[in-house]
């Protein structure tokens, strides 16, 4: 099961909508369910998807590469691909992770138009889960 929380997918979901017909490709990174406010009936250790670098639009060194070099590897546990004119599946040209969030046209939260993949390819189940983190201030 891969967890991730509504207000993520919305944002992602939004970035795919406003770079239509272009794609969009962004780490995702995950917050343990214990951190979050409204994520009280999963295991406090259960990484759930909360958090997105934004995107790098026209960098060519990433564009040829395949490589997000402004973006740790270890700091994202995910990606997010949009596909504007493709399939709801992981392909080739795809920057891959251990989780790969897939999302297609018509842009909404269904079983249709966005999933979650491993990097082989292979659906998971996903649950939207309705939990924030806890308020963050520059000065912390």
Do not use: C, K
Not at 105 to 130: K, M, N, V, Y
């Amino acid at each position: 099961m891969v967890y991730v929380t509504r207000a993520l997918i919305d944002v992602l979901l939004d970035l795919a909508s406003d770079a239509d017909p272009d794609d969009v490709t962004t780490g995702v990174s995950v917050t343990l369910a214990g951190e979050l406010e409204g994520a009280d009936r999963l295991d406090p250790e259960t990484p759930v998807f909360t958090d997105f670098f934004l995107p790098d639009p026209g960098n060519s060194v990433n564009a040829v590469f395949g490589v997000d070099l402004s973006t740790p590897a270890r700091q994202a546990q995910g990606r997010f691909v949009s596909h504007p004119v493709g399939e709801l599946e992981v392909t080739r040209q795809d920057d891959l992770a251990e989780v790969v969030f897939v999302a297609v046209p018509p842009w909404q939260t269904d079983d249709r138009s966005f999933a979650a993949f491993d990097r082989s390819g292979e659906r998971h189940p996903l649950e939207i889960i309705d939990a924030s983190p806890p308020n963050q201030s520059l000065t912390d």
